[in-house]
């Protein structure tokens, strides 16, 4: 089990089969893809609050540039930053440290899932480059547009390949096949190797929340891939299979892409939920409360999620009786959900909290996305969402349930396991300051565009000249202030890097369980070493056992401790 | 406080009157819920010696403020769906639909809105339609007061049809004649725009809704047919 061997650094960072350091390579791709789909956002955010800008490298933008940048934000922030860190990095990470397993099931079978998942990220950037530029047909990828756009039918197939839109498909269908891989080995690790004596209700609430956000990709990403290879078959074969005239039929795709689409928030939400309740025990030093009902909430939210697809297309030309059904669905899901939160919020009450980063950070996300969660019920409202779809008011929305999710959940997962990870502290003054500017960025980059919206903008406009209305002063005014606040945004994460170099370079050493902290990954030395436990550990009991009368002389109560 | 723009059509007030319901419920539990978490923060900071209290949670007992909360905003949830159905039939669904005085036919094309007036016979979809595409200073003329049908298609790609004061959108599908209506209810000349993502040019993709008096529209339409089809592209099917 435990085979403490000195590796050559080859085959300990780069073909790395440590399902820690598979965990460092997803989160550093994915924070290299994360700074890159910034800067897309502040380029593109720059034309909206000054027309006519020019961006470095990329030029004025014209409405096709403009496109290119929002379809490219869009995938690069679900694919390839949430999708890596939230599910990858997180769930490689701390699975098999928390249920006591020395690696994952399959090591080898990881490593492959992160490679591929890189070779999607270089056939991304590569769609970039082709004739043509990258994909400009918003992240939803909707034909007949995505099915012809830079497509010539008299050109051959290598041509026809060759072109932004299929190089995109082909990414994201790798990257598919990556996350597959790895949700495999989660869900075979979490129910194969958990420690002796741990039962389902004493796994971790942040490891039921990745398995359950494994589970929903894995059953709803089979249609988008379906999907995609009919897409990239009308690119390249000339098929029509989303094409009318020729018996196709475009809504067809949008169906088999929400099918996958709406889960896909779920997979992202949920490791988050899952993180918050995780981190707000430890530093209230009491149980999570009802923890055994969050996760009955969970499961049924992974269910409900399944059957809400189509609020993304209530004005897309779906029978309107339909429709009825998916908003009462949509406006349903909000149940679960109004549970975890109060649980959490309850929590709160009569602890000792102590609010360090990773604590702020959690809080943060309950904070933010109960904005998001409010908002989602004027869109899930199928009647007022034909008037707001498409509009500024669901971008605000969705980056209220995104950019918490993300980075809220994110960064307090990575404050709170950093000590785990690499055995030193990262600065609590810097990681404060990274989460308090963080707070003024969304807030002021997503809060305004819902006045905009709610007064009908519409959104992937490059340019409102030819919309009077939308050229008021006020609305200029929220195009400038939300355009800052992605700066802001963009720069607070600099603090963060700062902070990572310096820790790096004298961070105090962390020691084994600097959080007094009950679950089985602080039992291991920080970092673990290569096998993880000294002695495979054992579980006695729930990881919540905060302040328990019971227990005499401190006020946490180790899963491993007999 | 309203963000919503003025009313031009019957559905429009319908949707102000849902935003005031979903925006007073949804800010009444938004305040309760950050309410009870700063109370929570501040009345549990970290006091010396201090000791949490030990609340699982498990039992009903503890939980029940929870399950209060639940069971209300479950309330809350079916009476915004209740309201949302009404909203949403009346505009969508055909037999809740009143019926139309008329009917034209909407047309999105890259880059531009196009519409089908019936011709001498009244009706639409027969051979003496007469069709305006006239760039992006096309205009949709519609009469007061009048209930309209459109019916809505594309010739290319997905566009979609929305006019702010109107109160909804619909997207514009190849392939599909999707019916909606409209009763304009002010004169005016107003934005149409196409609001779903449809190339390059997406941006610029503005013609206009002139809403006149019954007379002036008659006048309109035989001016339409005396010249025989503006049409300076052919029309998509």
């Known amino acids: ?562 | 406080m309203n963000f919503l723009p003025e009313a031009y059509s019957t559905v429009a007030p319908g949707i102000s009157e849902l935003f005031n319901l979903i925006f007073g419920l949804t800010t009444f539990w938004f305040i309760v819920a950050y309410g009870a978490a700063f109370y929570g923060i501040f009345t549990s900071l970290k006091t010396k010696g201090g000791k949490a209290k030990y609340i699982t949670g498990e039992s009903f007992s503890e939980s029940k403020l929870v399950w209060i909360v639940v069971i209300l905003v479950i309330a809350c949830d079916f009476w915004i769906d209740i309201k949302t159905a009404h909203q949403w039939s009346s505009v969508e669904i055909e037999a809740d639909m009143p019926k139309g005085d008329m009917d034209i036919k909407i047309v999105g094309r890259q880059f531009q809105w196009e519409f089908v007036y019936p011709g001498k016979d009244g009706k639409l979809f027969t051979e003496d339609d007469v069709g305006v595409a006239d760039g992006n200073d096309g205009e949709l003329v519609l009469p007061i007061g009048k209930v309209t049908k459109l019916h809505i298609t594309s010739a290319d790609v997905l566009h979609a049809f929305f006019v702010r004061q109107f109160g909804f959108k619909q997207d514009a599908i190849p392939g599909r004649v999707l019916t909606r209506w409209v009763q304009p209810t002010k004169e005016g000349r107003i934005e149409l725009t196409c609001a779903e993502i449809c190339g390059p040019n997406h941006g610029t993709m503005r013609n206009w809704v002139k809403i006149v008096s019954q007379d002036e529209f008659d006048k309109y339409v035989k001016s339409l047919n005396s010249n025989k089809v503006a049409m300076l592209t052919p029309l998509g099917e």
């Open chain 1, 1 to 562: 089990m435990s085979e403490h061997h000195e590796q050559s650094f080859l085959s300990k960072y780069v073909f790395s089969t440590d399902h820690k350091y598979i965990a460092r390579q997803y989160f550093l791709t994915g924070v290299v893809f994360a700074f890159i789909g910034g800067l897309f956002a502040i380029a593109f955010r720059s034309q909206l609050a000054w027309p006519g800008t020019n961006i470095p490298i990329i030029g004025v933008l014209d409405g096709m540039k403009y496109n290119m940048l929002v379809t490219n934000h869009g995938l690069i922030m679900i694919f390839w930053v949430a999708m890596p860190i939230l599910l990858a990095a997180l769930g490689n990470f701390v699975i098999p440290l928390m249920i006591g397993a020395d690696d994952m099931a399959f090591p080898l079978l990881n490593m492959l899932s992160y490679w591929i998942f890189l070779v999607s990220g270089v056939l991304l950037v590569a769609s970039w480059l082709m004739p043509g530029g990258g994909a400009a047909t918003a992240w939803t990828m909707y034909p007949p547009l995505s099915a012809t756009q830079n497509v010539d039918p008299d050109a051959g197939l290598i041509v026809n390949l060759l072109t932004g839109g299929s190089i995109l498909i082909l990414a994201v269908a790798v990257e598919f096949a990556s996350m597959l891989l790895g949700g495999i080995n989660f869900v075979v690790t979490t129910i194969n190797m958990r420690a002796k004596g741990m039962k389902l209700m004493d796994v971790p609430v942040v490891v039921w929340m990745l398995i359950l956000a494994t589970v929903d990709f894995m059953f709803s990403v089979g249609p988008l891939i379906a999907g995609a290879v009919m897409l990239l078959f009308d690119r390249i074969f000339n098929t029509g299979f989303y094409d009318p005239a020729r018996g196709g039929d475009p809504i067809l795709f949008q169906h088999l892409f929400w099918f996958f689409g709406h889960p896909e928030v779920y997979v992202i939400l949920l490791p988050a939920i899952g993180v918050a309740s995780e981190i707000i025990p430890v530093f209230s030093r009491k149980p999570l409360f009802a923890a055994r009902w969050q996760i009955i909430m969970a499961v049924s939210s992974a269910f409900i999620a399944f059957i809400v697809w189509a609020h993304h297309q209530f004005v897309a030309g779906i029978d309107p009786r339909m429709a009825e059904f998916f908003s009462v669905a949509t406006i349903i899901i909000s149940i679960p959900f109004t549970f975890i939160m109060f649980a959490n919020i309850a929590t709160l009450f009569n602890s000792q909290i102590e609010l360090k980063t990773p604590m702020l950070w959690a809080l943060g996300f309950v904070f933010m996305f109960l904005i998001g969660g409010v908002t989602g019920i004027y869109c899930g409202s199928a009647g007022f969402d034909m008037y707001i779809h498409d509009s500024y008011f669901v971008v605000a929305h969705f980056h209220y349930t995104l950019i918490p999710a993300t980075f809220f959940g994110g960064f307090a997962a990575f404050y709170f396991w950093f000590p785990k990870s690499t055995g030193k502290m990262l600065g609590e003054g810097l990681g404060k300051l990274h989460f308090w500017f963080t707070v003024i960025g969304i807030n002021m980059f997503s809060f305004p565009l819902f006045f905009s919206g709610l007064y009908g903008e519409h959104r992937r406009i490059f340019n409102y000249a030819a919309y009077q209305p939308m050229m008021a002063d006020w609305i200029i005014n929220i195009r400038h202030i939300s355009t800052i606040g992605a700066m802001i945004l963009g720069a607070a994460q600099l603090i963060f890097v700062l902070n990572l170099i310096i820790s790096a370079m004298s961070g105090e050493k962390a020691g084994k369980n600097p959080w007094k902290s009950n679950t089985l990954e602080w039992a291991a030395e920080s970092p673990p070493p290569h096998g993880n436990f000294a002695t495979p550990p054992a579980c006695y009991r729930g990881p919540y056992e905060y302040s328990n009368p019971k227990k005499s002389g401190s006020d946490f109560w180790p899963q491993s401790e007999q």
